[in-house]
Nanobody, 120 residues
């Protein structure tokens, strides 16, 4: 069984910074794409950023230039550095990883979610 454990959420004032972490543990043969999603109250879950096993990244237009996704393959961990946070970044953030947990399959795993609140 594989688990994704998130940390790093919290409260921050507009313009502030936070870094989220997501560590994968368990039976892991390899990890393909990793990513961060968020869901604000009353809205659908949306992709914030993603990173391939080779380090290629993609960002939602709303966070480009402010957020940076990275990963440490040796630690099976991904990060989301969030700078210049805005009120509209308030949401529950979920990490996702496509993990080969059996020789014959790759499965989508999700973290438990961590609340990020941007407020003055």
């Amino acid at each position: 069984q594989v688990q994704l454990v998130e940390s790093g959420g919290g409260w921050v004032q507009p313009g502030g910074s936070l870094t989220l972490s997501c560590a994968a543990s368990g039976t892991i043969f390899s990890i393909n794409d990793m990513g961060w999603y968020r869901q604000a109250p009353g809205k659908q879950r949306e992709l914030v950023a993603s990173i391939t096993s080779g380090g290629n990244t993609k960002y939602a237009d709303s966070v480009k230039g402010r957020f940076t996704i990275s990963r440490d393959n040796a630690k099976n961990t991904q990060y989301l550095q969030m700078n210049s946070l805005k009120l509209e970044d308030t949401a529950v953030y979920y990490c996702n990883a496509k993990i080969k947990d059996r020789p014959w399959r790759t499965y989508d795993y999700w973290g438990q979610g961590t609340q990020v609140t941007v407020s003055s």
